[in-house]
């Protein structure tokens, strides 16, 4: 098993920039795939980036690409998130996940551990 905490949401002004991390306890944290997934308000939780347990493979969103950055580090059992060129309609709460399944990387469903989400808000 996996607990996932993450950090570093805030407010920030659009055009800002924010780094979410994900600390994973439990040493099993480097064999598993991980995501990052937001939810609006009224909203479904979707997919923003994934990378794989090698650091290897990594898919981004169309909505996140060229602006977004995922990263991990797996001796300190933590995956980020590095966001640039923030827009209002990126405020969400940001979730991180983890999930033994890669070939289905966007889909909420195969991700088994979540935390408990950090918000970000960007004000225009």
């Known amino acids: 098993q996996v607990q996932l905490v993450e950090s570093g949401g805030g407010l920030v002004q659009a055009g800002g920039s924010l780094r979410l991390s994900c600390a994973a306890s439990g040493s099993s944290f480097g064999t598993y795939n991980m995501g990052w997934f937001r939810q609006a308000p009224g909203n479904e939780r979707d997919f923003v980036a994934a990378i794989s347990w090698t650091g290897g493979g990594i898919y981004y969103a169309d909505s996140v690409k060229g602006r977004f950055t995922i990263s991990r580090d797996n001796a300190k059992n933590t995956v980020y998130l590095q966001m640039n060129s923030l827009k209002p309609e990126d405020t969400a709460v940001y979730l991180c996940?983890?999930?033994?399944?890669?070939?289905?990387?966007?889909?909420?469903?195969?991700?088994?551990?979540w935390g408990r989400g950090t918000l970000v808000t960007v004000s225009s």
């Open positions: 996940a983890a999930s033994v399944n890669w070939a289905e990387k966007i889909s909420a469903a195969r991700y088994g551990y």
